[in-house]
């Protein structure tokens, strides 16, 4: 392996026509300020927006849009970018160069076990080969499953009064349960019905374990994202309740996991006239490729962690959205009962004409843009390579980074950036999606 001394990657660095980015002010001895900035941002869930602060004031001080600079956290040189260009490198062009990293692998781990979201090389090839065939269209497009857990979803929103109004709901809420119960279906084949068990006036057969699951799914999600914050140190915050949820989510999926090896899993998709159909069953399908349980339990929540949150905190930001664009509403709902028929005569409603249904498409675009759902992300070069842009004075020359830098990016900023959006950036425009090829902006 090739040694790097501080001489041979300058000359590297020069070779390549590189030069640095510049550096956040103030990050105070060690950075520990800037951690305090990041842990404040993020005790008041403005984490993201503190991203676009420190953007912005980059910028302010350079005279330029510093979409590329480098910050000090807890000892460590870390560099951000909202720079398309890098992003495209770092996910496409110089894919091999960079990796999750330790930090993602051994915080993620902890909860998900080893799966897609916390592999690199060969171990997240050998995953995509796995999982790569289940995402074929016939399997992820059951409308059936979903209707049922909407269904739920309607009866927990309670009955209409007479005012024509429900009584105040937390929608997020719902949702975030809504899509627990469709994805623990698609997963284990049976639903923790969530929506059922959190009713007032349930009556449900199931015990308190998925209700439990679902609680200590929720908690360790929380503590994941703390840890996160630290960086290398991520094992600092490792408290008794965070292992607690741990078990109980392990402990859960395994109970799953143990039926499916017995080939025992609920698997029977209710008809009509009390006929049955087989129905596609994630585990099921996963267990015909590998009987280790420990594997099957990764990828299983891994794959959770991927649908689950994602799915609800759109389809909770685009309501949040909808309520306050009134014109952009009526003109959807309009799109809707036109393509798709009234809710007492519905017409032509499939995977396929869901997707090919444009203004909705631009609405779910913009809704993913402006509240965007992975607002934060990073890489960790795995060898000495470069960023394409960001470096100098003007910030378009390449920037040397030598093996194991941290390379963070943010897609929330990336999104408001009026110098690629435009000047209305900031506002929740469906429209501007017609006719627009994006690109790794
Ligand atoms: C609005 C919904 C969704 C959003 C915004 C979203 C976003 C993302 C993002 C940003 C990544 C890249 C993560 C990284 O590289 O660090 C990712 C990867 C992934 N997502 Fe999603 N996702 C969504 C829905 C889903 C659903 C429903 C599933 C499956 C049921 C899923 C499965 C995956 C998988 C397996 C990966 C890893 C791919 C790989 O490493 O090759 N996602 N998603």
């Known amino acids: 392996m090739a040694k790097f001394t501080l001489t041979t990657s300058i000359a590297k660095a020069e070779a390549l026509g590189c030069q640095d980015a510049p550096m956040y002010p103030d990050c105070g001895i ?74 993602r692998r051994g915080n993620m781990i902890r909860t998900l076990g080893d799966g897609i979201f916390v592999q690199d090389n060969k171990g997240w090839e ?84 998925e ?70 069953v994630l585990l099921e399908a996963l267990g015909q490729q590998t009987k280790d349980p420990l594997e099957l339990r990764g990828q299983l929540l891994n794959i959770l962690l991927a649908g689950r949150d994602t799915t609800s905190s759109l389809l ?25 028929g009234a809710y007492e005569d519905p017409q032509d409603i499939t995977f396929a004409n869901l997707k090919s249904c444009q203004y909705l498409q631009y609405c779910l675009n913009e809704t993913l843009r402006i509240w965007t759902v992975v607002p934060g992300n990073g890489r960790r070069t795995n060898k000495a390579t470069t960023l394409p842009r960001g470096g100098g004075l003007d910030g378009k020359s390449p920037i040397y980074l030598p093996p194991q830098t941290d390379v963070n990016f943010s897609s929330h900023v990336m999104h408001r950036r009026k110098d690629l959006w435009g000047p209305d950036a900031e506002e929740f425009r469906p429209e501007r999606f017609a006719g627009r090829k994006s690109g790794w902006e």
């Open 30 to 103: 060690l950075g520990i300020k800037h951690v305090r900035y990041i842990m404040d941002a993020d005790k008041k869930k403005l984490f993201p927006d503190m991203l676009i602060d420190r953007q912005q004031l980059m910028s302010k001080i350079h005279g330029r849009e510093v979409s590329t600079f480098k910050n000090e956290t807890i000892g460590q040189i870390i560099y951000f970018t909202s720079d398309p260009d890098n992003n495209k490198a770092m996910l496409a062009t110089q894919f091999a160069d960079y990796d999750l990293g330790p930090a």
């Open 126 to 209: 050998h995953s995509r080969a796995m999982l790569r065939p289940q995402f074929a269209r016939e399997q992820i497009s059951d409308l059936d499953l979903e209707e049922n857990h909407v269904q739920n979803m309607m009866k927990a929103i309670g009955p209409v009064e007479a005012d024509g109004w429900t009584s105040e709901i937390d929608i997020q809420t719902l949702f975030f349960r809504l899509t627990l119960d469709s994805a623990t279906e698609f997963l284990f084949g049976e639903s923790v019905d969530s929506q059922i068990l959190e009713m007032p006036t349930s009556n449900s057969q199931k015990t308190g374990l």
């Open 211 to 280: 209700k439990a699951f679902a609680h200590n799914f929720d908690s360790a999600q929380a503590h994941m994202a703390r840890s996160f914050r630290l960086g290398d140190m991520y094992w600092l915050h490792n408290p008794r309740e965070y292992k607690e949820n741990n078990k109980v989510v392990h402990e859960f999926v395994d109970y799953y996991v143990n039926l499916a090896l017995r080939g025992n899993l609920n698997t029977d998709k209710k008809m009509e006239e009390g006929q049955k159909k087989h129905k596609y």
């Open 316 to 340: 909770s930001w685009f309501f949040h959205q909808l309520l306050r664009n009134p014109e952009v509403f009526e003109k959807l709902r309009s799109t809707v009962i036109d393509t798709f």
